[in-house]
């Protein structure tokens, strides 16, 4: 009789949340940068994704190559609006760590606890005056942040 073959691991709810994510990157027409969200439970459901493209109807195009003027609503702007919320305490996975507009959304919706990115964002306008970071509006307000790049 032979033994037992190793039983592959498992991957994580955070391998899961990200990989997911990085699925619905793929979704975006954006030329410059796909990003892609996801949002789960506190029993790590799905409950929302999104990804960075334009308002239905619109051509799915970018209107400039310059940070901040493409045209495309954010990622997770689109998870946030696609969510069936269940409850509190979600966490929310995306590719790039959130601009300061989106920190700010997230937290107003009250319902994320958790931010988990893999790739780090700088607004160049926010970095030359100094004003804090998208991850830095979520850490203020008591979201955990975890960069896992």
């Known amino acids: 009789m032979s033994a037992p073959s190793a039983v592959p691991a498992r991957p994580s709810f955070d391998d899961l949340g990200l990989a997911t994510a990085r699925l619905w990157a793929t ?20 409950v929302g994704v ?8 619109e051509p799915n195009e970018r209107e ?7 045209g495309f609503i954010h990622a997770e702007v689109n998870a946030l609006l696609a969510a069936n919320w269940n409850g509190e305490g979600h966490t929310l996975y995306v590719t790039h760590e959130p601009c300061a507009a989106c920190a700010r959304l997230i937290v ?25 970071s998208g991850a830095a509006i979520l850490q203020a307000a008591g ?3 975890q960069y896992v790049g």
């Open 108 to 132: 107003n919706s009250r319902r994320v606890g958790r931010v988990v990115y893999e790739r780090s964002y700088a607004e160049a306008t926010r970095v030359q005056s100094g004003l804090p």
């Open 64 to 70: 400039s190559l310059d940070q901040g003027h493409s």
């Open 50 to 57: 999104g990804y960075n493209g334009r308002a239905a109807g």
């Open 143 to 145: 979201i955990q942040v």
């Open 27 to 46: 979704r975006s027409a954006d030329s410059k940068v796909k990003v892609g969200a996801c949002i789960l439970d506190r029993h790590h459901r799905v």
